[in-house]
């Protein structure tokens, strides 16, 4: 089946396009604040910031219904807040604190939460592509219409197990989306030194899945692509690829520093294609919001995002009896 780029947009109303901006600044906003937490030490480890990619997630979220599904891998805290989980325990998760969605013990590479279908978080390149088909396999067998939305990017799109993967779903005509979130440099090499076929979304075509490239840095154009996708897949015709093409601010961690592309090119893209900035200039040049109302939206936003902080700090330290509990599951 042939592969195809979208670039249709659909019309949104007012109160939907601040709901856009709203979340894609909540993920921004998060992102800065984690940033700072990180170099204070109170965030240790790895840490993946998905700052400039905000339109990815939020736009995918805006075709979601209650029970669909997603999965992704470790650059993760945009989609947790997306699909709705508490900015308090997501930031205590992230510091390593009993608040937490993982009570402390995933940080910020693994969390889960069970009322929001989210199911991480991964920390091992592409291991959550399979386990997103298993999701979708789940749904198909419970016949219940729903979507597995599963995350992976352009270096993790390489690995074998995607492709194993893509054969058993439409084997089997999964629900599944697969999504492609191209930042263009993987862990820190640019997409044409490390990728045969620049056209990723075309690596279905020999298991008959069909695919798209979307432009991620706009998030209406990745709803529209969303809503094809999941009215595909709703109706039972298997799974489905988006490539989106997106672009990441920061390094791959917190502890890369990103030398292998220039400052003028990020801020080239900061200056001309950011998704937050993008959004911004509609509701201004549409008249459907001030200037003064957007400041206040992103004030609330900060008082938001500073309590989250100030609760991961005070949230204490896991026991150490949290060792032993949640190892299994209930039966």
Known sequence: MAARRTTKKPNVSKEELLGYYRDMLMIRRFEEKAGQLYGMGLIGGFCHLYIGQEAVVVGLEAATEEGDKRITSYRDHGHMLACGMDPKGVMAELTGREGGYSRGKGGSMHMFSK???????????????PLGAGL???DKYNDNQRVTFTYFGDGAANQGQVYETFNMAAIWDLPVIFVIENNQYAMGTAQQRSTSSQEIYKRGEAFGIPGEEVDGMDVLAVKAASEKAVAHCRAGKGPYILEVKTYRYRGHSMSDPAKYRTREEVQKMREERDPIEGV????LTGKHATEEELKAVDKEIKDIVNESAEFSKQSPEPALEELWTDIYADA
């Open 280 to 283: 911004r200039q509609l509701l």
């Open 136 to 138: 979708a396999f789940a």
């Open 115 to 129: 009322e929001k279908h989210f199911y991480g978080g991964h920390g091992i390149v592409g291991a959550q592509v």
